[in-house]
């Protein structure tokens, strides 16, 4: 079966879980009134941030970095799925 990753801009605060074996991104702090953030599953939350940032997405034929970077030029988060991932 293959690995499945959504990325969607909703709440402005950055977000990256797993759930039932698929990636989701939360992403919209580009400058709006942040967001507040409620983790209502711990184990399936990785990465909860209530900062302004963007994401910079590099692809190539073997693999997708998601980086995510405040505006101070802090990291935030960074994940990287290869494509052996898929499977």
Known sequence: SRRQRQ????????????RNGVTYIITA???AHLSSVVK?????V???KRVLHF????????SMKV???EFSGEEADS??????DRN
């Open 7 to 18: 990325m969607c801009i909703r709440d402005s605060f950055y977000c990256r879980a797993c």
């Open 29 to 31: 702090g580009g400058g």
């Open 40 to 44: 209502k599953d711990k184990k399936e």
């Open 46 to 48: 990785d990465v909860v």
């Open 55 to 62: 994401c910079e997405v590099t692809v190539t034929t073997q």
């Open 67 to 69: 980086r995510a970077v």
């Open 79 to 84: 994940v990287e799925f290869s494509k052996q």
